[in-house]
Nanobody, 122 residues
Framework: QVQLVESGGGLVQAGGSLRLSCAAS????????MGWFRQAPGKEREFVAA????????AYADSVKGRFTISRDNAKNTVYLQMNNLKSEDTAVYYC???????????????WGQGTQVTVSS
């Protein structure tokens, strides 16, 4: 089992920045690909960003490319999502996810956090 706890969400004005963190425990963190997803009210959960085991390969949804950056610190068992130039359409609950496979992390991760709310006011 892997436990994931997100933090860093909150209320920010459009154009502002936030950094989300996700602390993992329970298994060897560096053996897991990590990802961020989000779910806005009335919408399905969608992929935001992913990073492979070693941190040298990342992927992003088109809607956040150039604004969001995913990174990880394997020594701290933590993955981050730096969000810049936030827009009202970024408002959502953001979820951290983990999977042993770099292939599955974007589609069907095995483990999920509880989520953290991000609200962007226009």
């Amino acid at each position: 089992q892997v436990q994931l706890v997100e933090s860093g969400g909150g209320l920010v004005q459009a154009g502002g920045s936030l950094r989300l963190s996700c602390a993992a425990s329970g298994r060897t963190f560096s053996n897991f690909a990590m990802g961020w997803f989000r779910q806005a009210p009335g919408k399905e959960r969608e992929f935001v960003a992913a990073i492979n085991w070693s941190g040298d390969n990342t992927a992003y949804a088109d809607s956040v490319k150039g604004r969001f950056t995913i990174s990880r610190d394997n020594a701290k068992n933590t993955v981050y999502l730096q969000m810049n130039n936030l827009k009202s359409e970024d408002t959502a609950v953001y979820y951290c996810a983990a999977d042993p496979s770099n292939m599955n992390i974007r589609s069907s991760p095995m483990y999920w956090g509880q989520g953290t709310q991000v609200t962007v006011s226009s």
